[in-house]
């Protein structure tokens, strides 16, 4: 190498030299003119010569190695078309997705007809009843006045409660209705919360209409609205399903598959949070029922929690009772993922189902519904959201790995789960 780069200096000082040597000759124009192109070449010769011997003592650069554990990722824009003809269409908006734990599941199977339940106090008319023609237990709110429960006193700053409701008289078209009011201070008595802080989400069944109020702490009125609502409607004998969903600052309220309100400030941030459910219509012995309220808390994001950590676990997905048939509503979270598996194309997961314990259910049975309902849910992916069948796989675990007790109606909520465990190439 050191002679050969030698030569190599040897070389082009002779060159320069020479040229050096030719315009030197002052006598001839020529000659001159012939000097100067020979300047420019040698120049351009010593340049490239330089460059040569410069890349002699240069490292070569190494070569990329290629990212092999990176997944790649399209844009996040909204990929899935419309769903057609199925019973998903009319939640194909619908885009609630319940929180990671049920924290309480209340469907008053434990308190006695005609009391009020433990969790509740009330000045008003409440009572626990049951209806021949509908399911469960309820909590008929008889008369006009404020209802509290107990575990919605301290609001965590992401939660979700769910609930049905049943307008069962003719509630008349004044201006309240049934309104859920998030006030300021647990502490505070419910007759100063007129004067605080609080956002204020009402139903109006008479005129079928809901609206919207927030009250700063100065008590300027923020985000007032209001809009027509066709599902929580009087004497209609049909239940519905109320959403409530908290984000921080943002508050969602959907009624069946509808989102009737989105606001980003409807909350402030640091603030603690109680809800109380307003009773006042024009009637005095009319009212609400509700029942089967889930209250729960800390939503992952579920890009994270499967693309990043390797595994999600929800309980949105719904399905009929010893049934693998899922409910309409368990659309938002289907879609959810289905989004992610577009925009990550090389993502593969295996779907894991897991039942809770019931009374007179066997381990076998349980097993065999859960790889049931697993490949429901793969049909789903594949049919309605057009995910390739070869980058799902799975399985069924029944009630052999539950996360709590199955002696509580809670634990029983938390154990009826669908996990989606990423797989990694071998």
Sequence with gaps: MAKKTYILLYLLMCIILDGMGQIKDPKKVVKQKTTKR?????SQGVDKGLNEIEGLFKKKPRKEEPETKKIEVKSKKDTIKPIQNTSFQAYSDFDFIPNEKVLVFEDFEKDPVGE???????KAKAAIISMKDLPYKWLKMQGNGNYEAKYLQDLPLEFSIEMDAICLDNVGTNETGLSFDFIKNPEMPVNKIKNDLRTHVTIHPGKNQTSFLSIDENKKELNKDSKEQSKLIENSSKITKIYIWRQRSRLRVYLDNEKIWDVLDA??????????????FACDNCG???????FSKGRPNVYTKLVNEGKYTTRGILFET??????PESY???KEIAQIMIDTPNLRVRVLAHTDSENGTNAKTSQELSIKRALMVKKVFVEEFKVDPTR???NGLGDAKPLESNNTVE???NNRRIEFIKLYKD
């Design 38 to 42: 020979i300047n420019q070449n040698v």
């Design 116 to 122: 009020l339940p433990a969790n509740w106090s009330t």
């Design 267 to 280: 909350f402030q941030e640091g603030i603690a949070y109680k809800m109380v459910i307003q009773q006042n």
């Design 288 to 294: 609400v029922a509700i029942s089967n309220i889930a």
């Design 322 to 327: 010893n049934s693998d048939k899922i409910k």
């Design 332 to 334: 938002g979270v289907l």
């Design 392 to 394: 799902i796989e799975t």
């Design 411 to 413: 634990g029983k909520a």
